[in-house]
């Protein structure tokens, strides 16, 4: 591996949007005074931030709840850097709207870097909440503790958390040419890297491999972590890796419609169809997915 292998800088990857402050999640006073001037993001049954232009529409939970009030069924995400609380609700619980309902994807383009990582916070969660109202053990119904982060079942009384489910993403290459392929329910033209799912009992690195040679008979030489991002559809952590792989001629079954070989100069072209489509070529991913960040990683580092 290049480099020291202990970092010697910062790194800002390691902050997040907010401080989730997991000590005042136990803490209900503490939340209730926070309440009152906090910030709530609605998110409705579909996944929408109710939105105002280009950011959230985030009440205070004194504008939601008068007098004593308190987060009642909101989570509790976090503080920001003024110390303000921030919390998540279900849209349909609160009786105000907003001008405009603004799905993840489109928040990630178009909002600050701050808002969209609130958002996909609050959404992830929330959906877990919807989708996980028994216990999975018994089948008795949910209660939420640790505002909102934990969910006792009334029954066995066993402790549910917030899943997230890891999946790596792939830039392969062999050398000097990046493999990219596509399903046939993505719209035209758009082509991406491999990503899959990780199955119990394999490393990350195990999981590329088999991913790869599934989806398109390419087998795997090496690969090396370089990056991650949460990807909350609904509820996944996406992990980026280089690869290196033999340079087998790809083959494509179920799960794609059609993978290839694409030297620099092609991706290059496609990357440029971001600003000036010739309606013709493949296309890549668009900016806020790690799939780009990649694919634009493995360019720099063949000299594009």
């Known amino acids: 591996m290049d480099g020291p292998l202990i970092p010697v800088a910062d790194d800002p990857a390691c902050t997040g949007a907010l401080d989730r402050a997991d000590a005042l999640r136990a803490d209900p006073e503490a939340l209730s ?23 959230p529409y985030a009440p205070r939970g004194g504008e939601l709840s008068r007098g004593p009030g308190g987060p009642g069924a909101a989570i509790f995400l976090g503080l920001d ?18 001008p405009e309902r603004t799905d993840v994807r489109t928040a990630a383009a178009s909002w600050s870097a701050f808002h969209a990582g609130v958002f996909a916070q609050a959404r992830a969660l929330l959906h877990w909440r919807r989708s996980h109202r028994h216990c999975g053990i ?8 640790r505002a ?24 392969v290459t062999d050398g000097e040419r990046l493999l990219l392929g596509r399903p046939s329910s993505w719209v035209p033209r758009r082509y991406s890297l491999v990503a899959g799912f990780v199955e119990p009992g394999e490393t990350l690195e195990q999981t590329v491999a088999r ?31 280089m690869a290196l792989a033999h340079p087998d001629e790809p083959q ?47 360019l720099a580092a063949v000299g594009g």
């Open 33 to 55: 005074r926070l309440w009152q001037d906090g910030r709530v993001l609605l998110v409705d049954a579909e996944g929408r931030a109710l939105s105002v232009g280009d950011a």
């Open 81 to 98: 850097g003024d110390g303000t609380a921030w919390f998540a609700l279900d849209a349909a619980l609160v009786a105000v709207d907003a």
């Open 138 to 145: 018994c089948g008795a119904t949910l209660g939420h503790e």
């Open 148 to 171: 909102g982060w934990l969910g006792r079942c009334s029954g066995c009384k066993r402790e549910h958390y917030p899943r997230t489910d890891p999946a790596i993403i792939a830039a």
């Open 211 to 241: 991913e790869v040679l599934e989806e398109t008979r390419v087998r795997v030489r090496a690969c090396r972590y370089l990056g991650s991002q949460p990807w909350p559809f609904p509820g996944q952590l996406m992990l980026g890796f």
């Open 252 to 298: 494509v079954f179920d799960e794609l419609e059609d993978a290839r070989w694409f030297g620099p100069a092609e991706v290059r072209r496609a990357l440029e169809r971001e600003h000036a489509d010739d309606g013709t070529g493949p296309t890549l991913p668009p900016r806020v997915s790690i799939a780009r960040w990649l694919i634009e990683h493995w």
